[in-house]
């Protein structure tokens, strides 16, 4: 019962702090210069989008039908039309086999 009003204050304490107004800069501020290859000097607004580079936008569109692949001419099986062999490679012993180290 004694935390209700303390969670109240808080509330609306919390609630003050959203409060939203259209930027603009400090009193005896300025914005900042206008860059060297823009037209215009950037409001606050524009200032504050980011740039297309930043946030691309993601395309989401579904594949409505299907294609076929395109023809790749690289895409060729074995002549022999079978999986090719890997050479076989004798082993040599493993190092994780337990005993004693000697130096050789």
Do not use: N, Y
Not at 54 to 73: C, G, H, N
Not at 88 to 99: L, W
């Amino acid at each position: 019962m004694k935390l209700a009003p303390f969670a109240l204050i808080a509330v609306a304490a919390l609630a003050g702090c959203g409060k939203v107004a259209p930027l603009h800069p400090a009193a005896g501020q300025t914005l900042p210069v206008k860059p060297a290859l823009a037209s215009t000097t950037p409001d606050a607004e524009q200032l504050l989008r980011p740039p297309s580079q930043a946030r691309p936008e993601r395309i989401d569109e579904l594949m409505k039908r299907s294609q076929p692949r395109r023809v790749d001419r690289f895409d060729l099986p074995p002549p022999s039309g079978e999986a090719p062999v890997l050479p076989q490679t004798q082993e040599e012993s493993s190092s994780e086999e337990a005993g004693p180290v000697t130096p050789q």
